[in-house]
């Protein structure tokens, strides 16, 4: 059964009552990243990969595991929807810098607070804390870029933060597609 105090405990958040929504979201996000590894162990030990909630929180909040983006991500937006919160989950294309158009293979959430759209991705790995805002541009090391430039979707990439890949600032050049999603 999910468990808000239990996964409270695994990632070591801790609840304010004054917080803000906003504020509250960017902590619950930073938390649950630092706590929580990617790891894709599953395949390679031959065991199956389950997306059923329940199996998905015994893996990573009871046994103390990692998960890969469609897992860690579903969790979290489980956890949002338990705290109120609205969201939707989106799916990523990597773009290689070549121009090749690769498949959809990440997943992340989009969260609408005060007004804005915020990327919910701790499923990503790496150094990028996330929990960021929607922008027209930005270079700041948790800031993202947007833009929603056709009908099919957005284009997004994480500026700064992220060592093995880049932003879309000019320097590195990760670039992901998202489709709208149902």
């Keep these: 059964m999910f468990n808000i105090d239990e ?4 990632i070591g958040f801790v609840h304010r009552e ?3 929504r906003t504020q509250q979201f960017i902590r619950l996000h930073r938390c649950h990243s630092l706590a929580v590894p990617f790891e894709d162990f599953n395949p390679f030990c031959g065991l199956a990969v389950s997306l059923d909630i329940q199996d998905i929180f015994e893996k990573v909040v009871r046994d103390r595991r ?9 969790l979290f937006q ?16 990597p ?9 959809l293979t990440h997943r992340l959430s989009i969260v609408p607070l005060d007004g804005q759209l915020w990327v919910a991705d701790v499923g990503l790995g790496g150094e990028w804390m996330g929990g960021a805002p929607f922008a027209e541009a930005g270079t700041g090391t948790d800031s993202v870029w947007a833009d929603i430039s ?5 284009r997004i990439g994480v500026c700064g933060g992220i060592k093995a890949g880049g932003c879309v600032c000019g320097s590195c050049g990760i670039r992901a597609s998202l489709c709208r999603g149902k």
């Design 78 to 93: 489980e956890l949002l929807h338990a705290l109120g919160y609205q969201s939707r989950p989106v799916l990523c294309r």
């Design 66 to 74: 990692g998960g890969y983006c469609f897992e860690l991500n579903r």
């Design 150 to 154: 056709n009908q099919r979707g957005f």
């Design 18 to 20: 004054s917080e803000d």
């Design 7 to 10: 996964y409270f405990a695994r």
């Design 95 to 103: 773009f290689s810098g070549e121009g090749e158009r690769l498949p």
